[in-house]
């Protein structure tokens, strides 16, 4: 089994910055690629971030420059620090990390999401 973990989202004015984590944790023999994905309400989810085992990252248009995704391989943790928050980046936020297991299987794994709410 492997669950996935994320948190840090919430309330922030525009302008803001916040900075969410996701920590996937279980019977995992290598992590491969991390992102990031969001679902505003009324929207199909949509691509956010990635970044590869190799620390390659690619980001959506609509975030370039403004978010960055890291990732702490010992800590089998994805971070995305979100700066100049914007109302549009309002969504709840999913990672979704490629994880081979210790059965040798592999599959993309989905956090809970976190909302992040960006309001005056």
């Known amino acids: 089994q492997v669950q996935l973990v994320e948190s840090g989202g919430g309330l922030v004015q525009p302008g803001g910055s916040l900075r969410l984590s996701c920590v996937a944790s279980?019977?995992?023999?290598?992590?491969?690629?991390m992102g990031w994905y969001r679902q505003a309400p009324g929207k199909q989810r949509e691509f956010v971030a990635i970044?590869?085992?190799?620390?390659?990252?690619n980001y959506a248009a609509s975030v370039k420059g403004r978010f960055t995704i890291s990732r702490d391989n010992a800590k089998n943790t994805v971070y995305l620090q979100m700066n100049s928050l914007k109302p549009e980046d309002t969504a709840v936020y999913y990672c979704?990390?490629?994880?081979?297991?210790?059965?040798?299987?592999?599959?993309?794994?989905w956090g809970q999401g976190t909302q992040v709410t960006v309001s005056s």
């Open positions: 979704n990390v490629i994880i081979t297991t210790t059965r040798r299987e592999s599959r993309n794994y």
């Open positions: 279980g019977s995992i023999l290598a992590i491969n690629a």
């Open positions: 970044i590869t085992s190799g620390s390659s990252t």
